[in-house]
């Protein structure tokens, strides 16, 4: 949340449309994960394994490819009932954070917003949790009608990062029916009704729910669920193709309305790897764009429903060597191009990583690094080319850029260099630290919705600008420690810390502060 521009509810609101308008679903963490998808597959029925979004609401470490996955769903304990081919399950999803905020934003409430006595310092602690109860029942043919109903209660003791003091609320999260066909040799899966989906690595397509602000829960980011969800997949062996149709569950607050449709193909190898391709298209849209002024002077110019008829696609893989010189190696990579001829908008953007695991060593180490970047709009053209990260997985180890940072900035007008040391002392334990260096992708171009929009004084005269005039905007570093008591229970625990580069000392007057904070939260799930 850059802040510029008083009075205080400016800022939230600057805040909210970005959140939710651009990342919903961007920027919390929770539990450890199974699969990609977000979903664990069962004895034929799917569960919540614990994709989050803000950065540090909880183990993300395990979610990585680096560390082994030491927390196998146990179905027994969980089953109500399992006769003749009908089995009933009970689920259950909760936990206590508390978390602790020192120069919140690099303190810049205090230089533009002054009157508004934003607290910089923040103390809170979050909760929530998550209850369902699903089913399956198999026929004589093989197939199978499969459904889950689950809720989220959640809430916010004290007043957050972004100024929500004490909220709260209780809300629907999956109520799906589906229908899946026996594997000969062509499987069919279809469902529809509230339900998770995540496509490729969650570039794009990930976070359906949005938490925080009158919900509560802002680290957690309980919410995953989409508020209405028709799927459809063809499975052949190990390819895969699915069709969607996708609502997000906005804020009461901030609804822009959106409905998105598309297509997914995949290819999952035996040793891991994958090789995938999404078409995303925007059906149905109030969010709005933000347009650079020419040449970077002056303000931004918004664009209304600026997201309607937007068009994506994103070609993603994953590698994993397995024997001679490759062997411990893995890569992934991801490239995505949007257009929307509505607006003259042609916008792009890419990651590429690369990691090697120790698995020889003591504490088998993981070294992995990372150069994402993400379009910014060029002040200099008549074209719109500032990327639109729509709903992507904002987890530290997936998507999210920096570690306090990604409160800040959103997939778009960024380049990130990130570096990411794991040791796992014990099947119970892991370390990782994190570095990410943040710069802009354009200058005197917005990295939010305008915020940092300011006067400057030049040799000519005072001009209005947007964004920064040095690229350099951050350098985060976060330290987490994952704990696993058992294969329900587990504990997380961060430090973290963000450095101003020289684009953000330029935007204030003075010096402003690091921004630092810490967290501790236990989580379980059943």
Known sequence: MMIDLPPP??????????????????????????????????????????????????????ESEELKDNSPVNTAKTTIYDKDGLAVRWYFQGGLNLVSE?????????????????????????????PGLGFDKTF?????????????????????????????????????????????PVAFDGSFGPRELQLGSGMLIANGGTSGFERGALKFGPRKAWKQAGIIRIINGRRTITGYFIEPRELKSNNGHNQLAGADIRYDSAGGDYLGFTYVNVLRSQSPYIRAAPDGLGAPTIIPDGRDKT???????????????????????????????????????????????????SWTPTLTGTVKVFSGDDPTTPKLERFDPLYYEGSPGAWATGSKSSMVFINSNLRALELAFAVQP??????????????????????????????????????LISGVTKRHLSDDLFLEYNHIFGPDVFLTAGVSASFPGAGIKAAVPGTPPIWSGAFINVVVNY
């Open 311 to 361: 068009n994506a696609i994103n070609l993603y893989f994953r590698a994993i060597g397995s024997e001679g010189l490759l062997r411990n190696w893995f890569a992934t990579g991801d490239f995505a191009y949007e257009w929307n001829n509505r607006i003259n908008m042609s916008a792009w953007a890419g990651r590429a990583q690369v990691g090697y695991r120790f698995a020889e060593t």
């Open 140 to 184: 004589a043919n093989g197939g199978t009608l499969y459904g889950k109903v689950s809720g989220v209660a959640s809430r916010t003791w004290g007043r957050d990062a972004f100024d929500a003091k004490d909220e709260g609320a209780i809300t629907l999260e999956e109520g799906y029916l589906g229908y899946r066909t026996a594997d000969h």
């Open 426 to 463: 014990s099947k119970q334990d892991a370390l990782t630290l994190r570095f990410a260096r943040i710069d802009a992708d354009k200058l005197g171009s917005p990295i939010q919705f305008g915020q940092t929009t300011r006067l400057v004084s030049t040799p000519s005269g005072f001009n």
């Open 9 to 62: 509810s400016a800022d939230v609101q600057a805040v909210l449309i970005a959140q939710e308008q651009e990342c919903t679903g961007g920027e919390d963490c929770d539990i450890p994960a199974g699969r990609d998808s977000g979903l664990q597959v069962t004895d034929g029925s799917v569960r919540r394994t614990g994709k989050t979004s803000l950065p540090e609401g909880g183990p993300s470490a395990l």
């Open 102 to 130: 020192s120069n919140l934003f690099w303190n810049f409430a205090s230089v533009y917003a002054p009157d508004a006595r934003f607290n910089s310092n923040q103390n809170w602690l979050e909760s929530y949790v998550k």
